[in-house]
T-cell receptor
């Protein structure tokens, strides 16, 4: 079946602008995760949804970052007043209950803030 | 701060050899352990998961877990140039994953 999809694949924006990154998980996966990966680093956790609710948002770096998953499927990560330090690859992953935490990643969105 | 540690490499092995990748973790409460492969410019791909002490084999890959020593390893037998990638170790905490920085593996012909 189809894997996790993310759009856009690349996003270039100016400092101070607002961006939205979209994730469409594997069909039937109830858990959805957002991570951020900088060059030479492993993915860093941002937020985790179980269904429609954010079960853990402890990784969001500050209040400029916000994510929603209104119908328990597609999720949108929103970044306000972007800063150059927000430049990274934003990865989305999903998992199914009963798989003991196996997470499957989408292709990522490369965000560049100029 | 819960941590996952990996040697960044590069680890260089000749084609056909066994590549051994290691990882240590700090959270004794972790129950699930994963190895991801990441090619340059691509996203992480799950290749192995392990939950119990001992070995788990899948094709040319063997994952090893020792919870007492807080140690996870990945062995790749008969290494191929196509195995050249960064290998990420990940540990659950408890639902999110904590990743190491990855070990870059280079398999030369």
């Amino acid at each position: 079946g189809a894997g996790v999809s993310q759009t856009p694949s690349n996003k270039v924006t100016e400092k101070g602008k607002y961006v939205e990154l979209r994730c469409d998980p594997i069909s039937g996966h109830t858990a959805l995760y957002w991570y951020r990966q900088s060059l030479g680093q492993g993915p860093e956790f941002l937020i985790y949804f179980q269904g429609t609710g954010a079960a853990d948002d402890s990784g969001l770096p500050n209040d400029r970052f916000f994510a929603v998953r209104p119908e328990g499927s597609v999720s949108t990560l929103k970044i306000q007043r972007t800063e150059r330090g927000d430049s990274a690859v934003y990865l989305c992953a999903s998992s199914s209950t009963g798989t003991r935490g196996e997470q499957y990643f989408g292709p990522g969105t490369r965000l560049t803030v100029t | 701060q819960k941590e996952v540690e990996q040697n960044s490499g590069p680890l260089s092995v000749p084609e056909g050899a066994i590549a051994s990748l290691n990882c240590t973790y700090s959270d004794r409460g972790s129950q699930s352990f994963f190895w991801y492969r990441q090619y340059s410019g691509k996203s992480p791909e799950l290749i192995m998961s392990i939950y119990s002490n001992g070995d788990k084999e899948d094709g040319r890959f063997t994952a090893q877990l020792n919870k007492a020593s807080q140690y996870v390893s990945l062995l790749i037998r008969d290494s191929q140039p196509s195995d050249s990638a960064t290998y990420l170790c990940a540990v659950n905490s408890p639902d999110k994953l904590i990743f190491g920085t990855g070990t870059r593996l280079q398999v030369f012909p």
